[in-house]
């Protein structure tokens, strides 16, 4: 996801400069090329050996380095993004005023790149009229800030100020770099499995964990959209998104449909059941009466729905649990159910499907494309589907084959 792309993470004189190292161990891993500047306040927290190991070349701490005279423009130059993390009341105020007084400073002054500022320091600090004026003016600047959490601080203190989790500021540096090609849009994306009722205590569902589903709300928020997220499971969602939570199929299909005619896309990742207790009982059944007899019926097919109410421009985006003829019950269920791509996986495949943080996919289009997305993290694999409807929204418009009857053995969308 950072593959190739030249991180410089500025580390300043703050308590919560150890939580930096895990910011640098995370960017490493997702691919980055990270260059570690330290100032002389963040050396009484932590130690530059262990980011000189962790990251890709050495920490760099002064303006007056021999070996590189000018340290400050080669690293403002090179870096694709800046994250300074944790960045204290002073590192604010410097930065808002243009100062440059170590190498951390001149180089936020000598660089045309993105930067992420990840500010912590105690409440009052924080809430102080002059630091939310620095940030203000950042703000302004296009700086981005990721803003602290509310939590314990140093000295027993709690409130707002301590830095924002590793994962957080990862994701920051990651939507700093993403292109914003979904801004203006409305995207609707469903996630998690549904539970269809035998009892108040028992259900029919399904292993789906609502990984994938909130990955693509997280890259489709990333990338600008408007997000609205209709979901079985309590996973966080991205800031602003309008979250719908449902249990059984028939709910999922009302809230999909209530908001589905302002989308500009849709994605089904939700594992909906195909079938469901025709009369649940109203009270827990008692195992001392026996077996009981469960009869089933099909659940609504939401994805046959949105095919059939499809509005002009709109992009739907199914997705299919496979375990054999990956490829070709993808193209099967693409004309049965009037989807314009449809994400196959196979479910028994090592790492890929239910439960885990990777995944391995086919997108199967209308236009007959398949692509192939190797075993990779979830979030790479939204990044791959929406680049899939932003190329197609960028093609000619096209009418869709519509849904044919539908296989009463395929209704997961």
Known sequence: MLAGKRVVLGVTGGIAAYKAIEVCRRLVDA??????????????FVGATTFSALASEPVQTSLWDEADPIPHTRL????????????T?????SYATGSSDDLLTATLLATRAP????????????????????????????VHIVPPEEGRLAG???????LASPVAIVDAVIAALTPPDLAGLSVLVTAGGTREPIDPVRFIGNRSSGKQGHALADEAAARGAKVTVVTTVDRPTPAGATVLRVDTAAEMLDAVLSHSGSADVVVMAAAVADF???????????KAKGIPDVVLEPTPDVLVELGQRKTPGQIIVGFAAETEDVVEGARNKLIRKGADFIV???????GAGFEHDTNEVVIVSAAG???????????????AVFDAVVAARRQPARVPAGPSTPDPDDRKA
Request: glycine share 10%; net charge positive; with cysteine.
């Open 276 to 286: 469901r207790p025709s009369a649940p009982a109203a009270s827990k059944i008692k």
């Open 76 to 87: 403002g130059q090179s870096a694709d993004i800046i994250v300074v993390c944790p960045a």
């Open 369 to 383: 494309i398949d692509k192939d997305v190797g075993l990779t993290d979830k979030r790479a694999v939204a990044r």
């Open 115 to 142: 930067v992420v500022v990840c500010p912590a320091m105690h409440t009052e600090m924080w809430e102080h009229p002059a630091v939310q004026h620095n940030i203000e003016v950042l703000t302004g600047r296009g």
């Open 156 to 162: 027993g203190d709690v409130g707002a100020g301590r």
């Open 89 to 93: 009341a002073r590192l604010l105020a």
């Open 31 to 44: 691919g980055a090329h990270v260059s570690p500047v330290m100032t002389d306040g963040a050396q009484r």
């Open 344 to 350: 196959a996986n196979d479910v028994s495949a090592p």
